[in-house]
């Protein structure tokens, strides 16, 4: 191969490796010498997808923003409880993630939350310092829903009249304010070339946005029912739009981001009905798996599929084709989360239990790090974290380059300050 294989080909061949296999490939002196030209952004977008790599990349090459963040994760599986901060504050309503240390409040890098109160107010908050750097004006009606767009430091919330806001959390008023004409029950955003963003109400119905205009792009009618679940795909390219009415079938649309100019985006329905979750696998963009409840027992079942967009002369179908599908045992308590893998992997919650199994219904793992019953569960491409009903937190990590275990258990914070207030009147978040 030294001597007889030209670069071009020899950058096709070893394009199909993973990061892993082509960091020790590029051991090797010929392959070292085109090894920054192997190095596919893909590989840092698709494990860290919730990065703000405007802003964290700078001036690194993917190489180097590859070896960082997992030196930071390496350094985070080994972390110990001493390793963090704790800090608590009054929060009686949503909270979401805003922005992390790659945000400058005053000239100097922090992480923020955003929170509701009851008192109808939008807040932020300092993690490091837990304290208050910012609150809106008092809403006329009790704020509903609240998500957040990291990558532009945004917030939007939908309030109980069903009026959209978008807020830069630095300005006293809203960038944009847009009043629906129903009640708005979901709420998803995404970026894509241009800012779009999702909601869905109460008459089915999937409005497409921009951010942070709030102009209207695109309308669909999903189905009858209000539209409890929505979802976009890593990758752009799909919305997963689903209702727990026991009679709903799921939608997936696609272009429903980007519709043609007068043309309706294209949608196809799931023959699974009685949905109650369902996730994107992250580095399998077309995959999703869908968590549903049936029969008089509900039972709990999970069902995963590939989707994928056919054109044929002058039109294009969707097709839906079942990957797999499994049913827990009777005798298992129904998660009420869930999360998913590489995309043949999946992670949910059975009272104070942690479940690691694959999609074709294989149990891998157990976890039996919680006293009592996990109230959430938070996963991404890299962590899962849970918390229980006393407050405790546990973090795990993904293990990749297909080692087993398939995750990782790595520390248990224990809530510190839960005697000092009741537990309905705190909220508490820990930093590393």
Request: proline share 5%; with cysteine.
């Amino acid at each position: 191969m030294e001597f007889q294989v030209p670069d071009v080909p020899l950058l096709k061949i070893f394009s199909f490796l993973d990061a892993f296999s082509l960091l020790q490939a590029s051991q090797v002196n010929r392959v070292n010498a085109i090894h920054d030209l192997l190095w596919d952004p893909n590989l840092c977008l698709k494990k860290w997808s919730f990065c703000n790599f405007s802003q964290c990349l700078g001036s690194l090459t993917w190489k180097q923003f590859f070896l960082k963040q997992r030196k930071q994760e390496y350094r985070m599986a080994l972390a110990k409880p001493e390793d963090f901060t704790f800090r608590e504050a009054r929060i009686l309503g949503p909270m979401a993630y805003l922005s992390g240390n790659d945000h400058t409040v005053g000239g100097q890098e922090k992480s923020v939350i955003c929170t509701v109160s009851s008192k109808h107010v939008l807040c932020t908050w300092d993690v490091q310092e837990g304290t208050m750097i910012w609150s809106s004006p008092v809403q006329q009606s009790s704020i509903m829903h609240l998500a957040t767009l990291p990558q532009m430091h945004l917030a939007f919330t939908v309030d109980l009249e069903g009026t959209v806001k978008v807020w830069n959390c630095q300005d006293e008023d809203a960038l944009a304010t847009l009043a629906m004409p129903r009640d708005l029950l979901s709420l998803s955003i995404d970026v894509v070339v241009v800012l779009w963003f999702q909601v869905g109400n109460s008459e089915g119905d999937i409005y497409t946005l921009t951010v942070p205009e709030l102009r209207g792009v695109s309308k669909v009618n999903a189905f009858k029912y209000s539209v409890d679940l929505l979802h976009c795909s890593p990758d752009r390219k799909w919305i997963f739009a689903s209702g727990t009415h026991q009679n709903i079938l799921p939608m997936v649309c696609v272009c429903l981001l980007k519709p043609s100019e007068g043309n309706s985006p294209l949608c196809l329905s799931i023959p699974f009905s009685s949905c109650c979750r369902a996730c994107w696998a992250p580095r399998k963009t077309s995959r999703v798996t869908v968590m549903y409840r049936r029969g008089s027992f509900k039972k709990t079942g999970f069902t995963t599929f590939d989707l994928m967009a056919k054109r044929t002369g002058g039109r294009t179908d969707i097709q839906a084709h079942q990957v797999a599908t499994f049913l827990l045992p009777v005798h298992m308590e129904s998660p009420i989360w869930m999360g998913v893998g590489d995309g043949n992997m999946i992670v949910f919650e059975s009272g104070p239990y942690l479940f690691l199994f694959t999609i074709s219904g294989h149990l891998l793992q157990r976890f039996e790090d919680h006293q009592r019953t996990i109230s959430n569960l938070w996963v991404d491409s890299v962590h899962i974290l849970t918390t229980s009903m006393d407050d405790s937190l546990h973090l795990y990590m993904w293990e990749d380059e297909g080692r087993y275990p398939y995750l990782k258990s790595c520390c248990h914070l224990e809530h510190i300050g839960r005697r000092s207030r009741p537990p309905t009147e705190q909220g508490a978040w820990y930093e590393t």
